[in-house]
Nanobody
Framework: QVQLVESGGGLVQTGGSLRLSCATS??????MGWFRQAPGKEREFVAVFSWSGDNTYYADSVKGRFTISRDNAKNTMYLQMNSLKPEDAAVYYCCAAKRAPAGSSWRRETGYDYWGRGTQVTVSS
C-alpha cells in the first residue's frame, strides 16, 4: 500500500525557516510534490519534482524561497522553506502521482493519486 506522512510543521516567525518532510512507503512515483491550503481557501500548488526527469517547478509565490529535495536512501522528500511570510501559513500536504498526468494537470490537485494527511505551518507576523 502507498502511504505518505508529512512532518516538520510548526510555528515560526516571519523571515524564519522550516523544513517539511514527507516519508513514503518506498513506492516509486513519476511525480511528488507539495500543496497547501489555508482556512477558507482552495488547495493550491506549491512545488513538484519529477523522479525520472529530475526536474522541479515552483509556484511563483514561493519561487526563490522554497526548495524541494529528496533522500532516496530514506524514501523521504523535503520542502525547505526560507524567508517565510504570514501568507505561507497553511496546512501543507505531500502528494504523489504514480504516473505523470497529462498536460498541465500536475499543477492541479486532480493530477495526483496519493496524499498525506497534512502538517500545519504557522507564521507569526
Amino acid at each position: 500500500q502507498v502511504q505518505l506522512v508529512e512532518s516538520g510543521g510548526g510555528l515560526v516567525q516571519t523571515g524564519g525557516s522550516l523544513r517539511l518532510s514527507c516519508a513514503t512507503s518506498g513506492h516509486t512515483f513519476d511525480l511528488m510534490g507539495w500543496f497547501r491550503q489555508a482556512p477558507g481557501k482552495e488547495r493550491e500548488f506549491v512545488a513538484v519534482f519529477s523522479w525520472s526527469g529530475d526536474n522541479t517547478y515552483y509556484a511563483d509565490s514561493v519561487k526563490g524561497r522554497f526548495t524541494i529535495s529528496r533522500d532516496n536512501a530514506k524514501n523521504t522528500m523535503y520542502l525547505q522553506m526560507n524567508s517565510l511570510k504570514p501568507e505561507d501559513a497553511a496546512v501543507y500536504y505531500c502528494c504523489a502521482a504514480k504516473r505523470a498526468p497529462a498536460g498541465s494537470s500536475w499543477r492541479r490537485e486532480t493530477g495526483y493519486d496519493y496524499w498525506g494527511r497534512g502538517t500545519q505551518v504557522t507564521v507569526s507576523s
